[in-house]
């Protein structure tokens, strides 16, 4: 297989793009420093093409080895015949060639191998030619009687040879491959109920569905309720179309003397080896294209949640609900440094509401609180309630938000949170994170497991190895998108950038820390194990505010600088024109002589000259800010206030295979299902709404009781 003309024709684009892009893969540039700095040699792919490829190319590298390993194993037995050299060559997955390895493995102690060892393989092979037509099969046995190698009868004899023939029949690749199409096309997915109890599974208690037409979050959930012991669950298929299929491809010789037990090791090696090892087959199939569908669900959700706008240069409030406990307070100022922490008691038992009002609108008094950030746990609905009270007695606009505080315990009981805050318990780190949570979300959110964000689906059900990896992979290219703050970034954050690893990460801070701030990017050279290459990988991702060259706070890479100067020059213009903002009119001049008679005069590629624009014409520039900003509130709703018909605006939170849950201010989410996001048929919610969409919505139905809120985004 070539591998470079493979994945040119599997991603539609050309065999130079993939070799470029390859050999930079090789040389250890990063995905997001490759899709930022390097689009004139990649043709302008994007960080998730580039992050597809490198999977594949992975995965074809690794299929390769393993095809020249399964060839190399097989000729040291001396079997090699250009048949399978043939056979192994046209595979074109590693299912094909674990099917062609198969009779060649060696195999742990079965019926066929003790059969061997007793010495019956030769009667095995003469029953399976079906070439006798006089001597009868007992005839044909009587030689193969030795008391000493425990073959007494010709019963046993016989039995011996067909548990041979039964597994001759099993390892045949070619029956395999066309079993497990009749399974896929033919087979039916069947659960029934293995308890007489209610669950969330009582919808899969008498539940059947093609095999392919099985959608992820329905594998995933039967496989759940499964494994919980809710649910028995098989696999049924026409096993006679399949009977049908290997007699024929097996019994050439029907007059033969021996066919009939051909016949019976066919369907003892069906029922016994072909049946059970095909269904964990199929199942694991369906359960692995289940993961990558559930998987890309999350990693859209994921980035979106990662990518909502931050609420900049507002001091906040962050509270952490709680009942016996007390609701743990943290005010932050505008670059999320901690000003105070505090606990209050406004909920039951101690209800002390008075008091409670107190502390919070001296806070606000005091350090000039804008916006309160309520997490959306325990005692969540009664302190927003207190708060929208609170916030009415005030002279002043005073907002607040419901944030998700998903994940925040994590990090609170985190070693990292003890290193940030040692001085502070879990519950007030909790509080400082639910703050910092709407301030900046990226900046927050890296510092807790990607899984424990709260937009996934059946999350812990999957192979953790490749999620971690799908999703670390997400919030570097969102990391590395927006960029960070060289001066205050947390080694968190930074830990994700390109080229950093949690090591060089730290050595940034403590350099920081015993030096300053950086005022160039050039400084960064300095830092303990942060070599050339790293610096290349990482230093357009870094921005310094306080830079005294403009070009350190944005990104464009220092390689371009002397670039980007001749630009400025030839235009007449200057990095303090940069700075003061005074090049509205370099995209028109650009343009007048022309984007590629500019790009050769000062040597840069015309992708890489847009960007360079771009960055001048507004530097520091976060794209967060272009999205919708999040949803603040000033008063309390409750659940039992919705009515059917009713229009709300709301955000969403997360987003499934079967629709999408939106926030409307109640404590209980609201699922749009699939058939209602749109006025026209859609196969994925995520062709209509993402994660922290502000939507307009519909009440269809409420359900106090089980906490159900049924909405439309049809004709609102």
């Given at each position: 297989?070539?591998?470079?003309?493979?994945?040119?024709?599997?991603?539609?684009?050309?065999?130079?793009?993939?070799?470029?892009?390859?050999?930079?893969?090789?040389?250890?540039?990063?995905?997001?420093?490759?899709?930022?700095?390097?689009?004139?040699?990649?043709?302008?792919?994007?960080?998730?093409?580039?992050?597809?490829?490198?999977?594949?190319?992975?995965?074809?590298?690794?299929?390769?080895?393993?095809?020249?390993?399964?060839?190399?194993?097989?000729?040291?037995?001396?079997?090699?015949?250009?048949?399978?050299?043939?056979s192994?060559?046209?595979?074109?997955?590693?299912?094909?060639?674990?099917?062609?390895?198969?009779?060649?493995?060696?195999?742990?102690?079965?019926?066929?191998?003790?059969?061997?060892?007793?010495?019956?393989?030769?009667?095995?092979?003469?029953?399976?030619?079906?070439?006798?037509?006089?001597?009868?099969?007992?005839?044909?046995?009587?030689?193969?009687?030795?008391?000493?190698?425990?073959?007494?009868?010709?019963?046993?004899?016989?039995?011996?040879?067909?548990?041979?023939?039964?597994?001759?029949?099993?390892?045949?690749?070619?029956?395999?491959?066309?079993?497990?199409?009749?399974?896929?096309?033919?087979?039916?997915?069947?659960?029934?109920?293995?308890?007489?109890?209610?669950?969330?599974?009582?919808?899969?208690?008498d539940?059947?569905?093609?095999?392919?037409?099985m959608?992820?979050?329905?594998?995933?959930?039967?496989?759940?309720?499964?494994?919980?012991?809710?649910?028995?669950?098989?696999?049924?298929?026409?096993e006679?179309?399949?009977?049908?299929?290997?007699?024929?491809?097996?019994?050439?010789?029907?007059?033969?003397?021996?066919?009939?037990?051909?016949?019976?090791?066919i369907?003892?090696?069906?029922?016994?080896?072909?049946?059970?090892?095909?269904?964990?087959?199929?199942?694991?199939?369906?359960?692995?294209?289940?993961?990558?569908?559930?998987?890309?669900?999350?990693?859209?959700?994921?980035?979106?949640?990662?990518?909502?706008?931050?609420?900049?240069?507002?001091?906040?409030?962050?509270?952490?609900?709680?009942?016996?406990?007390?609701?743990?307070?943290?005010?932050?100022?505008?670059?999320?440094?901690?000003?105070?922490?505090?606990?209050?008691?406004?909920?039951?038992?101690?209800?002390?509401?008075?008091?409670?009002?107190?502390?919070?609108?001296?806070?606000?008094?005091?350090?000039?609180?804008?916006?309160?950030?309520?997490?959306?746990?325990?005692?969540?609905?009664?302190?927003?309630?207190?708060?929208?009270?609170?916030?009415?007695?005030?002279?002043?606009?005073?907002?607040?938000?419901?944030?998700?505080?998903?994940?925040?315990?994590?990090?609170?009981?985190?070693k990292l949170?003890?290193?940030?805050?040692?001085?502070?318990?879990?519950?007030?780190?909790?509080?400082?994170?639910?703050?910092?949570?709407?301030?900046?979300?990226?900046?927050?959110?890296?510092?807790?497991?990607?899984?424990?964000?709260?937009?996934?689906?059946?999350?812990?059900?999957?192979?953790q190895?490749?999620?971690?990896?799908?999703?670390?992979?997400?919030?570097?290219?969102?990391?590395n998108?927006?960029?960070?703050?060289l001066?205050?970034?947390?080694?968190?954050?930074?830990?994700?950038?390109?080229g950093?690893?949690?090591?060089?990460?730290?050595?940034?801070?403590?350099?920081?820390?015993?030096?300053?701030?950086?005022?160039?990017?050039?400084?960064?050279?300095?830092?303990k194990?942060?070599?050339?290459?790293?610096?290349?990988?990482?230093a357009?991702?870094?921005?310094?505010?306080?830079?005294?060259?403009?070009?350190?706070?944005?990104?464009?890479h220092?390689?371009?600088?002397?670039?980007?100067?001749?630009?400025?020059?030839?235009?007449?213009?200057?990095?303090?024109?940069?700075?003061?903002?005074?090049?509205?009119?370099?995209?028109?001049?650009?343009?007048?002589?022309?984007?590629?008679?500019?790009?050769?005069?000062?040597?840069?590629?015309?992708?890489?000259?847009?960007?360079?624009?771009?960055?001048?014409?507004?530097?520091g520039?976060?794209?967060?800010?272009?999205?919708?900003q999040?949803?603040?509130?000033?008063?309390?709703?409750?659940?039992?206030?919705?009515?059917?018909?009713?229009?709300?605006?709301?955000?969403?939170?997360?987003?499934?295979?079967?629709?999408?849950f939106?926030?409307?201010?109640?404590?209980?989410?609201?699922?749009?299902?699939?058939?209602?996001?749109?006025?026209?048929?859609?196969?994925?919610?995520?062709?209509?709404?993402?994660?922290?969409?502000?939507?307009?919505?519909?009440?269809?139905?409420?359900?106090?009781?089980?906490?159900?809120?049924?909405?439309?985004?049809?004709?609102?």
């Amino acid at each position: 297989m070539n591998i470079i003309s493979q994945l040119a024709q599997e991603f539609n684009i050309k065999t130079n793009q993939v070799e470029n892009t390859v050999k930079l893969i090789d040389e250890g540039n990063t995905i997001p420093f490759i899709a930022r700095y390097r689009k004139e040699v990649t043709g302008e792919l994007n960080d998730q093409v580039l992050r597809e490829l490198h999977e594949r190319l992975v995965y074809l590298r690794n299929f390769e080895q393993r095809r020249n390993d399964i060839k190399r194993l097989i000729e040291e037995q001396g079997k090699l015949s250009d048949e399978i050299v043939i056979s192994l060559s046209k595979a074109t997955s590693l299912q094909e060639i674990e099917d062609i390895y198969r009779p060649f493995k060696q195999k742990k102690k079965t019926r066929a191998t003790v059969a061997k060892a007793k010495g019956l393989e030769p009667l095995a092979t003469i029953i399976y030619m079906q070439t006798e037509t006089k001597k009868s099969a007992e005839e044909l046995a009587q030689p193969f009687i030795d008391v000493e190698k425990e073959v007494n009868t010709v019963e046993e004899a016989l039995n011996g040879a067909m548990d041979i023939i039964a597994e001759i029949i099993s390892d045949n690749a070619e029956h395999r491959k066309e079993i497990r199409t009749i399974f896929f096309g033919r087979g039916t997915v069947i659960s029934k109920a293995k308890k007489e109890e209610d669950s969330v599974y009582a919808m899969y208690y008498d539940y059947k569905e093609p095999v392919n037409k099985m959608v992820s979050h329905r594998v995933l959930a039967i496989n759940r309720g499964e494994k919980e012991e809710f649910l028995k669950v098989a696999i049924d298929v026409p096993e006679q179309m399949i009977y049908d299929y290997l007699k024929k491809n097996i019994i050439k010789t029907p007059v033969s003397t021996t066919s009939c037990y051909v016949d019976k090791a066919i369907e003892d090696s069906y029922k016994r080896l072909i049946q059970p090892s095909i269904e964990r087959e199929i199942r694991n199939e369906l359960t692995n294209m289940a993961e990558e569908q559930a998987m890309k669900v999350f990693k859209e959700n994921l980035k979106n949640l990662l990518l909502q706008p931050p609420v900049k240069g507002n001091v906040v409030l962050g509270l952490d609900p709680a009942y016996r406990t007390g609701c743990k307070i943290a005010v932050v100022d505008e670059t999320g440094k901690v000003l105070i922490t505090t606990v209050i008691y406004p909920t039951p038992p101690q209800s002390k509401l008075e008091q409670s009002k107190a502390v919070i609108k001296a806070l606000i008094e005091r350090f000039n609180v804008s916006i309160i950030a309520i997490g959306n746990g325990t005692a969540s609905k009664e302190s927003e309630v207190f708060i929208a009270e609170t916030i009415k007695e005030i002279n002043r606009k005073i907002y607040y938000m419901v944030v998700s505080e998903s994940g925040a315990s994590v990090y609170s009981a985190s070693k990292l949170g003890a290193e940030e805050f040692p001085e502070f318990d879990v519950a007030l780190r909790s509080a400082v994170s639910i703050a910092r949570r709407l301030q900046d979300p990226l900046a927050e959110l890296v510092k807790i497991d990607p899984k424990a964000v709260g937009v996934g689906q059946y999350q812990h059900d999957m192979n953790q190895k490749r999620l971690d990896e799908t999703l670390g992979g997400v919030v570097e290219d969102c990391v590395n998108s927006v960029g960070v703050d060289l001066n205050t970034a947390s080694p968190s954050l930074l830990s994700y950038i390109s080229g950093i690893n949690a090591t060089v990460a730290k050595n940034i801070v403590d350099y920081r820390e015993h030096n300053g701030k950086f005022i160039n990017r050039a400084q960064l050279k300095k830092v303990k194990k942060l070599g050339e290459k790293a610096f290349e990988q990482c230093a357009g991702f870094l921005r310094i505010p306080e830079a005294e060259n403009i070009l350190d706070n944005t990104s464009v890479h220092p390689e371009a600088y002397s670039a980007v100067e001749k630009l400025l020059k030839r235009l007449n213009f200057s990095l303090d024109d940069v700075k003061e903002g005074n090049i509205s009119m370099i995209k028109l001049l650009i343009e007048k002589r022309g984007i590629k008679t500019i790009s050769d005069e000062i040597g840069i590629g015309e992708p890489t000259l847009k960007d360079i624009i771009k960055e001048l014409l507004k530097p520091g520039r976060d794209l967060r800010e272009q999205l919708p900003q999040p949803v603040l509130r000033s008063d309390v709703m409750d659940m039992k206030d919705l009515k059917p018909g009713m229009v709300l605006t709301g955000t969403v939170r997360n987003v499934a295979d079967f629709g999408a849950f939106v926030d409307l201010g109640v404590h209980q989410d609201g699922l749009v299902h699939i058939s209602q996001l749109a006025d026209k048929f859609i196969k994925n919610p995520m062709e209509v709404v993402s994660v922290g969409d502000i939507v307009k919505v519909k009440v269809l139905d409420i359900d106090v009781q089980k906490k159900r809120i049924s909405l439309s985004m049809r004709d609102v």
